[in-house]
């Protein structure tokens, strides 16, 4: 779309651009709340500001949201996932989930990805674009208004490797956690990588406190490159120095994402080599018993052996929980939704 992309402004910067078309620098304040806190899709909409102004923004600028496509409830626990199209014709899918102390909802950071890790639907495909800031707010926004429900989480852990679009995502973070906006803590956002380890230490010089979670799914490094090719890239030592500078700059602990596979990485002595290697570092153990995906031909193990490999680990003193199985009903794992669309479509 042509225009200004004004969702994408943090506070500052549409102060400098209110100022700059000739009004006062407080009309931005006002702006930016019917923007992030009202969530209004229309300048019309903005009622104290004057009309002379709200013409000139809908000349110059633009509020863009996606277009719900297609949506799926669960049945078993009440997930909704959500089929997006942005205003380029890019798929991209989000999940709400209802938890017990709030609303979260999983959003996507990029259009494909090309992380490759082999048990995610997201990467078949590749990587088709970053998304911006405002394709990343509106995600939340539209969720919001659909469900009518207060959005408490934010997991940027849907499609794309979010550490890749790192502008964008400072920007999204600044913005969804400005006072005059939506308002959500920075402790309450969780971003996902899947080790880019130089990354890791451009986000931690930000001192930000948000939740770094960390994609590990293997214990050692052999195993790690048969799953994820990014760990040719990164080794496991350089990803766990990384983790560690993060926590020392933030003072923020690590989760580290452990997907279960049967038969490929959740064996007994897969968990000892995972005590082995997080021993003494100040994390949580987040064990997700893998959706299954018919590209990959993964399984999940059986309740039992989930429960061994978590009690292996508590056993040792490890903080690890077992992550409530959510969406297993509605193509919950990444991507399957945006695959199976776009393949009807051909």
Not at 22 to 45: C, P, T, Y
Not at 69 to 84: A, V, W
Not at 317 to 337: H, K, P, S, V
Request: proline share 2%; hydrophobic share 35%; glycine share 6%.
């Amino acid at each position: 779309m042509e225009g200004i992309d004004i969702l994408s402004l943090d506070k500052s910067r549409l102060e400098e651009y209110i100022t700059s078309i000739g009004h006062k620098a407080f009309r931005a304040k006002q702006i930016f709340s019917w923007l992030h806190e009202k969530k209004v899709r229309s300048f019309d909409e903005m009622s104290n500001i004057s009309k002379e102004l709200r013409e000139t923004l809908s000349k110059q600028c633009y509020i863009d949201y996606p277009k719900i496509i297609k949506t799926m409830t669960s049945q078993i626990d009440g997930t909704k996932k959500y089929l997006f199209e942005m205003n380029d014709g890019s798929l991209v899918e989000s999940v709400f989930m209802i938890y017990h102390h709030g609303n979260s909802v999983c959003i996507s950071s990029q259009v494909g990805c090309r992380m490759g890790c082999t048990f995610c639907a997201s990467t078949i495909g590749g990587l088709k674009r970053n998304l911006s800031a405002s394709q990343m707010l509106t995600q939340i926004y539209a969720i919001e208004q659909d469900t009518q429900k207060k959005i408490s989480n934010v997991v940027v852990m849907g499609t794309g490797e979010p550490l890749e679009n790192m502008d964008n995502l400072l920007k999204f973070i600044s913005i969804i956690c400005d006072e005059d906006g939506f308002n959500l803590s920075q402790r309450s956002i969780t971003v996902s990588t899947c080790g880019l380890a130089d990354k890791i230490r451009e986000l931690a010089k930000s001192k930000l406190q948000i939740t770094l979670a960390l994609s590990l799914h293997a214990p050692d490094q052999k195993l790690r490159e048969q799953i994820m090719p990014i760990a040719r890239k990164y080794s496991l030592d350089e990803v766990m120095d990384a983790c560690r500078y993060y926590f020392d700059k933030t003072g923020r602990r690590i989760t580290f994402e452990y997907s279960l596979i049967k038969g490929v990485n959740d064996s007994l002595q897969c968990a000892k080599k995972l005590i082995a290697l997080v021993r003494g570092f100040n994390c949580h153990i987040n064990l997700i018993p893998v959706n299954p995906v018919r590209e990959t031909g993964y399984l999940r193990p059986d309740k039992s052996g989930a429960n061994k490999f978590l009690e292996t680990l508590k056993k040792n003193n490890i903080n690890a929980t077992l992550r409530r199985e959510m969406g297993t009903d509605i193509d919950g794992a990444c991507g399957q939704l945006r695959k199976r669309h776009i393949e009807e479509e051909i």
